[in-house]
Every structure is written in C-alpha cells, then in structure tokens.
C-alpha cells in the first residue's frame, strides 16, 4: 500500500535552513505520471501548497515562496525532499508531503498523505 | 492565484441531518477536491473530480458543482462525520485550498 513519512529537525533557529525528507513506499517516483508535493499547514489554519517534483525531476513552486524552496528527489526515487532557506517565524507549520496525481481533465490532486511532521521556527 | 472560500466557517449539525458545505471560486474551476481532516491527523482525499468518492467513504457524502461554486454534502450526519473539510483546486498553478469549514457534532 501507498506510505509517505516526513522527517524532519522539530525546531530551527530563524535566518536557518530548513530540511524536510520526505520517504515513500508503494510507488516509485520513476514511473511516468507521478509526482509528490509538499504542503504546510500552520496550527489551527489551512493549507498552503508548496512545491512539487514528478516524475522526470520538473520541479513546480508556489510563486509565493519560490525563491527560498528547493524541491528534489533521490536517484532511487523513494525519497523526496526540500529546503527552504531563510526560514523565520511565519515558517512554524506542520509540513505534509503527498501523492499527487492526475485526475480527470489532467489535473492534479493529492491522494495520499504522510502523517506530517511540525517545525518550528524559534530563537 | 485563485481563491476558494468556503462557507459556513463552522456548522454544528444533528445525527440524521443534512448538511452542506460551499466552495466559492474566484475563477472558474473545472474540478474540485475535497479532503477530511480529524484534529490531530493528516488530511484525507475525500472527494475527487467534483463527485466521485474516495476509497472507503461512506455514500451519504456527494459532491457536486461547476465554475466557481461546488458543494460538499451529507445526507445524513453520522458522529464519525465530525471533522473539518477543505475544498481544493488545481485547474491553475499555483493549486489551493479553502479556508476550511469545521463541522461539529449538536
């Protein structure tokens, strides 16, 4: 079956670099159509896309933030994962990554979810 | 980007009523998506293409709209039904979500 964990350090200073790994089972990266995308979510809000890598390394960014996210993936295409730079408090969030997939009309949506793992940006 | 909002906030409903939650776009969309999120765990696909259910979800939900209204509905509200929802689209990059709607059981 379809697993995604997220790893991460739990809690960063601001002005770091935050590291997210995203590890996966039940697909692989290297087959054609699948992508995986990461998602945050600060406590009590909603969810904010953030970045997305398929299946032949394109990588897709949220404009909002493109200029501090680096999104990649692992040859062994079982890992995926991404950094964002200069990372201050508004970054606190609960960071998911998830199986995107096409839909009808060729449109993405996320089917599976990892359980997620909270960041916080603190001094 | 395009903007969903949803309504109500929060709704607070009755085992065996009806209930209905609103997506508002602020484009045209040609799909919507639905997720079910409990406190403490991830979201869940709930809702696909506008109307069809995911895995393992009960039918009284249905899904159903175009353009830029969609709707989220329960037949009749069970207890396990009390979560909260989002609405998702992707018919333009970057893809986003509704504010939420929080439904709780009277």
């Known amino acids: 079956q379809v697993t995604l964990k997220e790893s991460g350090p739990g809690m960063l200073q601001p002005s770091k670099t935050l590291s997210l790994t995203c590890s996966f089972s039940?697909?692989?990266?290297?087959?054609?159509?699948?992508?995986v995308s990461w998602i945050r979510q600060p406590s009590g809000k909603s969810l904010e896309w953030l970045a997305a890598?398929?299946?032949?390394?394109?990588?897709y960014y949220n404009p909002s933030l493109k200029s501090r996210l680096t999104v990649s993936k692992d040859t062994s295409n079982t890992q995926v994962f991404l950094k964002i730079t200069s990372v201050d408090i508004a970054d606190t969030a609960t960071y998911y990554c998830?199986?995107?997939?096409?839909?009808?009309?060729?449109?993405?949506?996320?089917?599976?979810w990892g359980p997620g793992t909270m960041v916080t940006v603190s001094s | 980007e395009i903007v969903l909002t949803q309504s109500p906030t929060t709704i607070a409903a009755s085992p065996g009523e009806k209930v209905t939650i609103t997506c508002r776009a602020s484009?045209?969309?040609?799909?919507m998506y639905w997720y079910q999120q409990k406190s403490g765990a991830s979201p869940k696909l709930w809702i696909y293409?506008?109307?069809k259910l995911a895995s393992g979800v009960p039918n009284r939900f249905s899904g159903s709209g175009s353009g830029t209204s969609y709707s989220l509905t329960i037949n009749t509200m069970e207890t396990e039904d009390a979560a909260t929802y989002y609405c998702q689209q992707w018919s333009s990059t970057p893809p986003t979500f509704g504010g939420g709607t929080k439904l709780e059981l009277k």
């Open positions: 998830a199986r995107t997939t096409l839909g009808a009309g060729y449109y993405w949506y996320f089917d599976f």
């Open positions: 039940g697909f692989s990266l290297s087959t054609s159509g699948m992508v």
């Open positions: 890598i398929d299946w032949d390394g394109d990588k």
């Open positions: 484009s045209s969309v040609s799909y």
């Open positions: 293409d506008t109307s």
